[in-house]
């Protein structure tokens, strides 16, 4: 019995919702059209009965059109499902009212008082710095300028400090400054011994370090070649010093003044000259320069069958080029 009541309860309050919404003509999305009554709704849809007779199937809030949307919200049971898919005009839609513009005060920067110009600048903290930078990489200028055109270092760094920039440039411009060998004293020329013979005039023919008919080295080995008179017994080739101090000793100076010992079959100026390389700690004594480097070089030793040495630059405090017998001198 309690089954049957509420059927009966559910065809009423069915029969009352359908009754309270006009039976009508209902357009949809598609352009169809529905003739019947409401039959049931809910949030999903509406179920129609058909003027044909029949029930139709629940069809979807979003298939109206904007008209039968209308005319169903018109009813109170199907306003709220009606009313989301109804569009609003757009003069009809609230506009929100703008919110007021509020200008804030920003922190600014305080200008100094006066008139100011870019020196000025320079009377800041900030400024004074920027300006020390910039006079040290001046001054660092001068000196890498003063080592790559082997110039004097002091001579460069106190006129950078005096002209800055200017004293660099200057430098840089010149040509670079090859260091070449203090000439030997050349010996008046002497009359040969057929002019003396017969009392003609002196040869012109002259002695180097007292040497006469052997010309010096080729220009660039850096060595002056004491010869040996005509009929003597012979003499040796004065050493050549050259120290740390008044030399620099970089791989530019070795290949410039020793270029004769790169070679593997030495010329006649240097086949009995050797190289005395001399370090804090060790003196060696070498017969050529097999290869070099930009911080070392290495030398063959003057001992048959020994390897090769490595000696860096920055070790070498003295190279001699002396005759091989006097290696054991001095």
Not at 119 to 143: E, K, R, T
């Amino acid at each position: 019995m309690r089954r049957i009541y509420v059927a009966l309860i559910a065809l009423i309050l069915g029969g009352l919702v359908a009754k309270g919404v006009r039976a009508g003509e209902f357009k949809l999305m598609d352009e169809s059209t529905i003739y019947g009554d409401v039959a049931d709704l809910d949030e999903s849809g509406v179920v129609f009965k058909l003027r044909t007779g029949g029930f139709s199937q629940r069809v979807s809030w979003s298939k109206f059109s904007q008209t039968a949307l209308k005319t169903l919200a018109e009813n109170p049971k199907a306003k709220e499902f009606a009313e989301p898919f109804i569009e609003i005009p757009p003069e009809a839609r609230p506009r929100p009212k703008p919110k007021p513009v509020v200008l804030k005060e920003v922190p600014r920067v305080e200008l100094p008082a006066g008139r100011t110009t870019f020196f000025s600048s320079f009377g800041a903290p900030m400024g004074l710095l920027i300006l020390g930078v910039l006079y040290a990489a001046n001054l660092l200028a001068g000196f890498e300028i003063a080592r790559y055109r082997n110039r004097p270092v002091a001579v460069v760094c106190g006129l950078s400090a005096l002209v800055p920039l200017v004293g660099p440039l200057i430098f840089l411009a010149s040509p670079t400054l090859v260091d070449q060998p203090a000439e030997e004293s050349v010996e008046p020329p002497v009359r040969d011994e057929a002019a003396a013979a017969t009392g003609g005039p002196a040869s012109k023919t002259s002695r180097s370090l007292g040497s006469v008919g052997v010309p010096p080295p080729p220009t660039g080995t850096g060595l002056r070649v004491a010869a040996v008179e005509k009929g003597g017994a012979g003499g040796h080739v004065e050493a050549k010093v050259y120290k740390r101090g008044d030399y620099t000793m970089n791989r530019r100076f070795i290949e410039t003044q020793f270029s004769g010992f790169f070679r593997i079959v030495p010329s006649d100026a240097e086949k009995d000259l050797v190289l005395v390389i001399r370090t804090p700690k060790q003196e060696y004594i070498a017969k050529r320069i097999s290869r070099i480097s930009s911080n070392e070089m290495f030398v063959a030793p003057i001992q048959v069958g020994a390897k090769e040495i490595n000696v860096s630059f920055g070790e070498i405090a003295e190279i001699q080029v002396r005759h091989r017998d006097d290696t054991g001198r001095g």
